[in-house]
Nanobody, 123 residues
């Protein structure tokens, strides 16, 4: 079983930066596809970014491309999401997820989820 714990969320002004971390335990996720999703109040959960187990491929939602960077450190069993040039519309709870296979942007592909970390961007 994989347990995921996110951290690094908080309150930041528009234009600022945050770095989210997702620490995995219980089982190594070095061979898993890892993703970040977010859910704003009253909205559905949406894909943000994903990274292949090797780190050789990354994917981003159009709304965050060029501002967010996903990375992973398999030795530390940790995935990161560097968020720059934050906008008020980035406000949401951010979730880390692990997948053993499937479509990277589809939440149903991910069998393991963290509890989420809230990010609030003020204007």
């Amino acid at each position: 079983q994989v347990q995921l714990v996110e951290s690094g969320g908080g309150l930041v002004q528009a234009g600022g930066s945050l770095r989210l971390s997702c620490a995995a335990s219980g089982r190594t996720v070095s061979r898993y596809l890892m993703g970040w999703f977010r859910q704003a109040p009253g909205k559905e959960r949406e894909f943000v970014a994903a990274i292949r187990w090797s780190g050789s491929s990354t994917w981003y939602a159009a709304s965050v491309k060029g501002r967010f960077t996903i990375s992973r450190d398999n030795a530390k069993n940790t995935v990161y999401l560097e968020m720059n040039s934050l906008k008020p519309e980035d406000t949401a709870v951010y979730y880390c997820a692990a997948s053993q296979g499937g479509t990277y942007y589809y939440y149903g592909s991910y069998g393991h989820w963290g509890q989420g970390t809230p990010v609030t961007v003020s204007s």
